[in-house]
């Protein structure tokens, strides 16, 4: 009895330790195992990483190429679109230096036509066709002596004499851009003048405007750029003395500028009557 219990119990520890080396060399297997796969799993994934490289290598090679051939074809463009900017400025600047000399040539003509007019006596003829008389005599009512350099209006009646055909019919004068520093008494010669023509001369004397008086017919007259402008009461004495007026100075009279005409001749006319006496009598 004794010896099978003996047995027994040295057969169940051989049988424990034959199993607990089971379970070892199954708990090595199975590691071994696990090793294999993880070594699997990395090789599996550096695989897959050097697949997705090869593949992003050549997709970037092709992409790469394709930004390469548009970068070249935009190079290209913008070379063919500087080149046509640059022919169309230089096309620009051939255009205007043409302009430019046809504008000198027009100019040097303009001055030689000048030139000839200032040796030449006889005078311009416009673009209308102006009538005249066997005698050589001009048909007209108008006259122009304006752009010239005339300082004075002496011998002014025995011009327009032997101008004119009927000098007393004469409704328009044009005496503009002169030099002219006194209004002429020859000018009045012409009770018929409606229209006088002023401006841009050198009247320095407001009471040069008072010789002007007896051309009753007088309707439109300039005076502006003259000195006599800047003083005070230039309009209201010229229209106080000149009341027919209908244009001053290119200017529509109201009947708001005769009546102050009106009150400033009865405020300030005496006061430039005796300036003006006092003038005569210092000259």
């Not at 047995?7 to 297997?29: L, N, S, W, Y």
């Amino acid at each position: 009895m004794m010896r099978r219990r003996m047995g027994r119990g040295g057969g169940g520890r051989g049988g424990g330790e034959r199993r607990r080396g089971e379970k070892e060399r199954q708990r090595r297997r199975g590691e071994e195992e696990g090793e294999g796969e993880e070594e699997g799993e990395e090789e599996g994934r550096e695989g897959g990483e050097r697949r997705r490289g090869d593949e992003e290598g050549r997709g970037g090679g092709k992409g790469g190429g394709g930004e390469e051939e548009g970068g070249e074809r935009r190079r290209r463009e913008r070379r063919r679109g500087k080149g046509g900017g640059e022919r169309r400025r230089e096309g620009r600047r051939g255009r205007g230096g043409g302009e430019r000399r046809r504008e000198r040539r027009r100019g040097e003509r303009r001055r030689e036509r000048r030139r000839r007019n200032v040796q030449d006596e006889n005078p311009r003829e416009g673009k209308k066709k102006v009538k005249k008389t066997g005698e050589g005599k001009i048909c007209t009512t108008a006259i122009k002596f304006n752009n010239n350099t005339l300082t004075d209006l002496n011998g002014l009646s025995d011009i327009i004499a032997n101008m004119l055909f009927q000098p007393e019919v004469l409704s328009s004068v044009d005496l503009s851009f002169n030099d002219i520093s006194k209004i002429g008494i020859e000018i009045c010669s012409y009770p018929s003048i409606k229209f006088l023509y002023l401006h841009g001369n050198g009247i320095y004397q407001v009471q040069e405007v008072d010789k002007l008086t007896s051309l009753t017919n007088l309707q439109d007259l300039t005076l502006h750029g003259n000195p006599i402008v800047e003083e005070g009461g230039y309009r209201q004495y010229v229209l106080s003395k000149l009341p027919g007026l209908k244009n001053l100075d290119f200017s529509v009279v109201t009947k708001a500028d005769r009546n102050d005409a009106i009150t400033w001749g009865k405020m300030y006319g005496k006061r430039r009557r005796g300036k003006k006496k006092k003038s005569q009598e210092d000259g």
